[in-house]
Protein backbone atom coordinates (compact mmCIF):
# COMPACT_ATOMS: atom_id res chain seq x y z
CA UNK A 1 0.00 0.00 0.00
CA UNK A 2 2.81 2.23 0.72
CA UNK A 3 4.11 3.06 -3.15
CA UNK A 4 0.88 3.43 -4.36
CA UNK A 5 0.21 6.50 -1.64
CA UNK A 6 3.66 7.72 -2.58
CA UNK A 7 2.90 7.77 -6.49
CA UNK A 8 -0.93 9.83 -5.32
CA UNK A 9 1.25 11.95 -3.36
CA UNK A 10 3.17 12.84 -6.07
CA UNK A 11 0.40 13.46 -8.17
CA UNK A 12 -1.45 15.80 -5.75
CA UNK A 13 2.32 18.02 -5.50
CA UNK A 14 2.37 18.56 -9.39
CA UNK A 15 -1.35 19.23 -10.30
CA UNK A 16 -1.82 22.94 -10.23
CA UNK A 17 -5.22 24.86 -9.44
CA UNK A 18 -8.93 24.17 -10.48
CA UNK A 19 -8.08 25.00 -13.47
CA UNK A 20 -5.86 22.08 -14.21
CA UNK A 21 -8.34 19.71 -16.26
CA UNK A 22 -6.33 16.54 -14.97
CA UNK A 23 -6.87 17.07 -11.51
CA UNK A 24 -8.22 15.38 -8.56
CA UNK A 25 -9.99 16.15 -5.95
CA UNK A 26 -9.47 13.27 -3.08
CA UNK A 27 -7.38 10.21 -2.36
CA UNK A 28 -10.36 8.22 -3.66
CA UNK A 29 -11.45 10.13 -6.65
CA UNK A 30 -7.13 9.67 -7.87
CA UNK A 31 -6.95 6.28 -7.22
CA UNK A 32 -10.79 5.57 -9.05
CA UNK A 33 -9.32 7.60 -12.40
CA UNK A 34 -5.77 6.09 -11.93
CA UNK A 35 -7.54 2.85 -12.06
CA UNK A 36 -9.87 3.55 -15.25
CA UNK A 37 -7.73 5.56 -17.16
CA UNK A 38 -4.36 3.77 -16.73
CA UNK A 39 -4.99 0.29 -14.96
CA UNK A 40 -4.08 -1.01 -11.63
CA UNK A 41 -0.35 -1.41 -12.07
CA UNK A 42 -0.32 2.29 -12.49
CA UNK A 43 -0.43 2.41 -8.92
CA UNK A 44 3.59 1.42 -9.10
CA UNK A 45 4.75 3.41 -11.59
CA UNK A 46 8.36 4.22 -10.47
CA UNK A 47 8.48 1.58 -8.19
CA UNK A 48 12.15 -0.17 -9.15
CA UNK A 49 14.08 3.91 -8.27
CA UNK A 50 13.22 3.53 -4.49
CA UNK A 51 13.69 -0.70 -4.59
CA UNK A 52 17.63 0.27 -5.72
CA UNK A 53 17.66 2.97 -3.10
CA UNK A 54 16.18 1.78 -0.25
CA UNK A 55 18.65 -0.36 1.77
CA UNK A 56 21.44 2.32 1.02
CA UNK A 57 19.21 5.16 1.74
CA UNK A 58 18.41 3.85 4.78
CA UNK A 59 22.13 2.59 5.93
CA UNK A 60 23.27 6.15 4.67
CA UNK A 61 20.45 7.52 7.20
CA UNK A 62 21.03 5.60 10.28
CA UNK A 63 24.82 5.34 9.84
CA UNK A 64 25.20 9.29 9.02
CA UNK A 65 23.26 9.78 12.32
CA UNK A 66 25.30 8.14 14.93
CA UNK A 67 28.14 9.55 13.57
CA UNK A 68 27.08 13.24 13.55
CA UNK A 69 25.69 12.31 16.72
CA UNK A 70 29.41 11.72 18.34
CA UNK A 71 30.30 14.82 16.33
CA UNK A 72 27.60 17.28 18.03
CA UNK A 73 28.01 16.36 21.94
CA UNK A 74 30.22 19.47 22.34
CA UNK A 75 32.03 17.54 25.05
CA UNK A 76 29.04 16.37 26.85
CA UNK A 77 28.93 12.41 28.17
CA UNK A 78 25.10 11.81 26.38
CA UNK A 79 23.66 13.24 23.54
CA UNK A 80 21.31 16.58 24.43
CA UNK A 81 18.43 18.00 22.66
CA UNK A 82 20.46 20.21 20.06
CA UNK A 83 23.24 16.98 19.47
CA UNK A 84 20.03 15.02 18.01
CA UNK A 85 18.43 17.78 15.82
CA UNK A 86 21.49 18.24 13.95
CA UNK A 87 22.59 14.77 13.73
CA UNK A 88 19.03 14.51 12.56
CA UNK A 89 19.46 17.66 9.96
CA UNK A 90 22.87 16.75 9.03
CA UNK A 91 21.99 12.99 8.43
CA UNK A 92 18.93 13.80 6.25
CA UNK A 93 21.05 16.38 4.43
CA UNK A 94 23.32 13.61 3.49
CA UNK A 95 20.56 11.24 2.67
CA UNK A 96 19.17 13.66 0.02
CA UNK A 97 22.66 14.19 -1.80
CA UNK A 98 22.51 9.97 -2.37
CA UNK A 99 18.51 9.66 -3.33
CA UNK A 100 18.00 13.08 -5.37
CA UNK A 101 19.01 11.30 -9.18
CA UNK A 102 16.41 8.25 -8.15
CA UNK A 103 14.32 10.40 -6.88
CA UNK A 104 14.36 12.05 -10.52
CA UNK A 105 13.79 9.20 -12.18
CA UNK A 106 10.61 7.92 -9.76
CA UNK A 107 9.32 11.47 -10.63
CA UNK A 108 9.23 11.59 -13.98
CA UNK A 109 7.39 7.78 -14.07
CA UNK A 110 5.73 8.91 -11.36
CA UNK A 111 4.00 11.74 -13.74
CA UNK A 112 3.46 9.88 -17.11
CA UNK A 113 -0.36 8.97 -17.43
CA UNK A 114 0.56 6.35 -19.72
CA UNK A 115 -0.39 2.92 -19.12
CA UNK A 116 2.78 1.36 -17.24
CA UNK A 117 2.90 -0.92 -20.36
CA UNK A 118 3.47 1.85 -22.95
CA UNK A 119 6.31 3.82 -20.00
CA UNK A 120 9.84 3.41 -20.99
CA UNK A 121 11.44 1.84 -18.45
CA UNK A 122 13.63 3.28 -15.54
CA UNK A 123 17.17 2.52 -16.72
CA UNK A 124 15.52 4.13 -20.41
CA UNK A 125 14.30 6.79 -18.38
CA UNK A 126 18.20 7.93 -16.34
CA UNK A 127 19.79 6.98 -19.34
CA UNK A 128 17.59 9.42 -21.48
CA UNK A 129 18.11 12.15 -18.56
CA UNK A 130 21.99 11.73 -19.00
CA UNK A 131 21.77 11.21 -21.96
CA UNK A 132 20.34 15.12 -22.46
CA UNK A 133 20.75 16.77 -19.68
CA UNK A 134 23.93 14.95 -17.87
CA UNK A 135 24.65 14.55 -13.78
CA UNK A 136 23.87 18.15 -12.84
CA UNK A 137 21.31 19.87 -11.38
CA UNK A 138 19.37 19.92 -14.73
CA UNK A 139 19.42 16.40 -14.91
CA UNK A 140 20.05 13.41 -12.64
CA UNK A 141 20.20 15.71 -10.01
CA UNK A 142 17.68 18.12 -10.41
CA UNK A 143 15.79 19.52 -7.75
CA UNK A 144 18.53 18.81 -5.37
CA UNK A 145 18.19 21.81 -2.98
CA UNK A 146 14.38 21.23 -2.75
CA UNK A 147 15.57 16.83 -1.92
CA UNK A 148 18.16 18.67 0.81
CA UNK A 149 15.25 20.61 2.20
CA UNK A 150 12.80 17.77 2.35
CA UNK A 151 15.33 14.97 3.86
CA UNK A 152 17.23 17.48 5.97
CA UNK A 153 14.01 19.17 8.14
CA UNK A 154 12.35 15.86 8.02
CA UNK A 155 14.99 14.20 9.75
CA UNK A 156 15.75 16.74 11.89
CA UNK A 157 12.40 17.14 13.23
CA UNK A 158 12.14 12.83 12.93
CA UNK A 159 15.05 12.09 15.56
CA UNK A 160 14.94 14.97 17.39
CA UNK A 161 11.38 14.72 18.72
CA UNK A 162 11.44 10.77 18.96
CA UNK A 163 14.77 10.90 20.76
CA UNK A 164 13.90 13.88 23.48
CA UNK A 165 10.16 12.37 23.73
CA UNK A 166 11.15 8.97 24.32
CA UNK A 167 13.43 10.63 27.21
CA UNK A 168 10.20 12.76 28.58
CA UNK A 169 7.89 9.97 28.17
CA UNK A 170 8.38 7.71 31.22
CA UNK A 171 9.07 4.05 29.94
CA UNK A 172 6.66 1.35 30.85
CA UNK A 173 7.84 -2.04 32.73
CA UNK A 174 5.81 -3.89 30.83
CA UNK A 175 7.74 -4.79 27.24
CA UNK A 176 5.01 -5.06 24.64
CA UNK A 177 3.65 -2.33 25.93
CA UNK A 178 6.62 -0.14 26.02
CA UNK A 179 6.98 -1.21 22.46
CA UNK A 180 3.57 0.35 22.02
CA UNK A 181 4.50 3.58 23.88
CA UNK A 182 7.99 3.60 21.40
CA UNK A 183 5.64 3.23 18.17
CA UNK A 184 3.21 6.13 19.38
CA UNK A 185 5.92 8.59 19.74
CA UNK A 186 7.75 7.39 16.38
CA UNK A 187 4.27 7.83 15.04
CA UNK A 188 4.08 11.52 15.85
CA UNK A 189 7.24 12.32 15.29
CA UNK A 190 6.73 10.95 11.13
CA UNK A 191 3.57 13.06 11.19
CA UNK A 192 4.50 15.98 12.38
CA UNK A 193 7.96 15.81 10.03
CA UNK A 194 6.00 15.29 7.19
CA UNK A 195 3.81 18.56 8.07
CA UNK A 196 6.22 20.27 8.38
CA UNK A 197 9.12 19.21 5.34
CA UNK A 198 5.91 18.86 2.62
CA UNK A 199 6.51 22.67 1.07
CA UNK A 200 10.24 21.35 0.17
CA UNK A 201 8.22 18.13 -1.17
CA UNK A 202 5.85 20.02 -2.99
CA UNK A 203 8.79 22.44 -4.09
CA UNK A 204 10.78 19.03 -4.97
CA UNK A 205 7.77 17.50 -7.35
CA UNK A 206 6.96 20.72 -9.39
CA UNK A 207 10.68 21.10 -10.12
CA UNK A 208 11.34 17.26 -11.16
CA UNK A 209 8.25 17.03 -12.90
CA UNK A 210 6.48 17.95 -15.94
CA UNK A 211 6.47 22.18 -16.69
CA UNK A 212 2.85 23.52 -17.10
CA UNK A 213 3.98 24.57 -20.49
CA UNK A 214 6.13 22.59 -22.51
CA UNK A 215 9.68 24.30 -23.70
CA UNK A 216 9.34 26.73 -20.63
CA UNK A 217 10.88 26.37 -16.97
CA UNK A 218 8.55 27.72 -14.37
CA UNK A 219 10.09 25.96 -11.85
CA UNK A 220 13.74 25.72 -11.23
CA UNK A 221 14.97 26.79 -7.49
CA UNK A 222 13.61 25.66 -4.75
CA UNK A 223 12.51 28.89 -2.43
CA UNK A 224 11.28 30.49 -6.01
CA UNK A 225 9.25 27.57 -6.05
CA UNK A 226 7.48 27.75 -2.51
CA UNK A 227 6.81 31.44 -3.39
CA UNK A 228 5.11 30.77 -6.47
CA UNK A 229 3.15 28.05 -5.40
CA UNK A 230 1.58 30.03 -2.86
CA UNK A 231 1.17 33.57 -4.79
CA UNK A 232 -0.57 31.52 -7.65
CA UNK A 233 -2.33 29.04 -5.41
CA UNK A 234 -2.21 30.09 -1.61
CA UNK A 235 -0.73 28.66 1.41
CA UNK A 236 -3.11 25.54 1.38
CA UNK A 237 -1.63 24.28 -1.99
CA UNK A 238 1.76 23.94 -0.43
CA UNK A 239 0.47 20.58 1.62
CA UNK A 240 -0.78 19.14 -1.61
CA UNK A 241 -0.60 15.54 -0.98
CA UNK A 242 -0.08 15.90 2.53
CA UNK A 243 -2.28 13.17 3.79
CA UNK A 244 -1.18 10.32 1.53
CA UNK A 245 2.38 11.27 2.58
CA UNK A 246 1.18 11.06 6.08
CA UNK A 247 -0.44 7.82 6.08
CA UNK A 248 2.47 6.08 4.71
CA UNK A 249 5.21 8.26 6.54
CA UNK A 250 3.15 8.14 10.03
CA UNK A 251 2.98 4.46 10.60
CA UNK A 252 5.69 3.41 8.48
CA UNK A 253 8.28 6.27 10.30
CA UNK A 254 7.33 4.31 13.58
CA UNK A 255 8.06 1.01 12.64
CA UNK A 256 11.48 2.34 10.52
CA UNK A 257 12.56 3.57 14.39
CA UNK A 258 11.57 0.84 16.50
CA UNK A 259 13.29 -1.89 14.09
CA UNK A 260 16.57 0.62 13.85
CA UNK A 261 16.68 0.95 17.95
CA UNK A 262 16.70 -3.51 18.22
CA UNK A 263 18.95 -3.50 15.55
CA UNK A 264 21.32 -1.12 17.22
CA UNK A 265 20.49 -2.53 20.59
CA UNK A 266 21.63 -5.81 18.98
CA UNK A 267 24.64 -4.95 17.02
CA UNK A 268 26.23 -2.91 20.47
CA UNK A 269 25.44 -6.31 22.47
CA UNK A 270 26.81 -8.54 20.15
CA UNK A 271 29.71 -7.04 18.67
CA UNK A 272 30.42 -3.85 20.95
CA UNK A 273 29.49 -1.39 17.91
Not at 49 to 75: D, N
Not at 132 to 159: D, E, P, S
Amino acid sequence: MMHPLDVIKTRFQIQRGADDPSRYTSIFDAFKKMFRNEGPLSFYKGILPPILAETPKRAVKFFTFEQYKKMFLFGATSPTPVTFTLAGLCAGLTEGIVINPFEVVKVKLQADRQRLSTQPSSFAVARSILHTNGIGLQGLNKGLTATLGRHGVFNMVYFSFYFNMKDFVPEVQDQTLDVFRCFAIGLVAGILASTINIPFDVAKSRIQGPQPVPGEVKYKKCFATIKTVYVEEGFVALYKGLLPKVLRLGPGGAVMLLVYEHMYQFLQKKFGL
